[in-house]
């Protein structure tokens, strides 16, 4: 590789490095690549180190890189599209999902959820914690909020704990007719237990999609999934379920 060197711009240059950089990126890195050293790409650049890290944050904060310790900077696999249209009819668990259910726990929701649920807020509901990766890393996870009305024949005897727990609990809350659902989404930070599930420090920065599930003509399930602000983009119209969108641009050659 030849040495670049930045001409000068009016913007900071750790800026215009971005910009570089990621022109690079789409045209000489394929996905899970190793970019070389910072040493490396200084000197190709012809920037300080400092100014490379800035740039290099920056794309890390964009989801276009992954720093791992032990490995290096790596190009980062295309965002998880988040669809939130309106128009989607299946419960959670329905054949295509792809999420993967982890445990299930019976207690009292948090306020807000009780509220939504119409139950007691010191009543118990199950709790389905389920995850979801891609490219083998996790990029979201979900708390699923299910009242025992909703999942009247449970046995507790067939499935009574852990992932085969909650695998019952899907299963017997698709006996209820789904007669629709709604979404809203928020920016919000990673809390303690968000972070560790989704390999993320305390504080980074989510999408979280909440989503009310109604039959019976009333909400019989809530959903609140935390996703990775990096790894995630928003996708609108009725296509249903979440899908793996590729940015031509980013397809590995």
């Given at each position: 590789?030849?040495?670049?060197?930045?001409?000068?711009?009016?913007?900071?240059?750790?800026?215009?490095?971005?910009?570089?950089?990621?022109?690079?990126?789409?045209?000489?890195?394929?996905?899970?690549?190793?970019?070389?050293?910072?040493?490396?790409?200084?000197?190709?650049?012809?920037?300080?180190?400092?100014?490379?890290?800035?740039?290099?944050?920056?794309?890390?904060?964009?989801?276009?890189?992954?720093?791992?310790?032990g490995v290096g900077t790596t190009v980062a696999p295309p965002r998880v599209g988040v669809a939130v249209g309106t128009e989607q009819h299946a419960w959670p668990g329905a054949p295509g999902d792809a999420w993967q259910a982890a445990d299930c726990t019976v207690a009292a929701p948090p306020a807000a959820v009780a509220d939504a649920l119409e139950t007691g807020r010191d009543e118990p509901v199950?709790?389905?914690?389920?995850?979801?990766?891609?490219?083998?890393?996790?990029?979201?996870?979900?708390?699923?909020?299910?009242?025992?009305?909703?999942?009247?024949?449970?046995?507790?005897?067939?499935?009574?704990?852990?992932?085969?727990?909650?695998?019952?609990?899907?299963?017997?809350?698709?006996?209820?007719?789904?007669?629709?659902?709604?979404?809203?989404?928020?920016?919000?930070?990673?809390?303690?237990?968000?972070?560790?599930?989704?390999?993320?420090?305390?504080?980074?920065?989510?999408?979280?999609?909440?989503?009310?599930?109604?039959?019976?003509?009333?909400?019989?399930?809530?959903?609140?999934?935390?996703?990775?602000?990096?790894?995630?983009?928003?996708?609108?119209?009725?296509?249903?379920?979440?899908?793996?969108?590729?940015?031509?641009?980013?397809?590995?050659?």
């Amino acid at each position: 590789m030849g040495t670049t060197q930045l001409e000068s711009v009016p913007e900071p240059k750790y800026w215009h490095l971005k910009t570089v950089l990621t022109e690079a990126l789409d045209s000489e890195f394929s996905v899970g690549e190793i970019l070389p050293n910072e040493r490396d790409l200084a000197a190709r650049f012809g920037v300080a180190r400092a100014t490379l890290r800035q740039a290099l944050e920056q794309l890390e904060l964009e989801g276009r890189l992954q720093r791992r310790r032990g490995v290096g900077t790596t190009v980062a696999p295309p965002r998880v599209g988040v669809a939130v249209g309106t128009e989607q009819h299946a419960w959670p668990g329905a054949p295509g999902d792809a999420w993967q259910a982890a445990d299930c726990t019976v207690a009292a929701p948090p306020a807000a959820v009780a509220d939504a649920l119409e139950t007691g807020r010191d009543e118990p509901v199950h709790i389905v914690r389920r995850t979801r990766t891609t490219h083998g890393q996790p990029v979201a996870a979900e708390l699923l909020y299910i009242p025992e009305s909703s999942v009247p024949d449970l046995s507790a005897i067939d499935a009574p704990s852990g992932p085969a727990r909650a695998r019952a609990v899907l299963r017997e809350l698709q006996h209820l007719e789904l007669e629709g659902q709604d979404r809203a989404v928020e920016l919000g930070s990673a809390r303690a237990d968000d972070a560790k599930e989704l390999d993320r420090l305390p504080g980074a920065p989510v999408l979280v999609v909440t989503t009310r599930f109604h039959a019976a003509g009333r909400t019989a399930a809530v959903s609140v999934a935390t996703y990775r602000a990096d790894t995630c983009r928003l996708t609108f119209g009725d296509s249903g379920g979440v899908e793996i969108h590729e940015d031509p641009q980013r397809r590995a050659s």
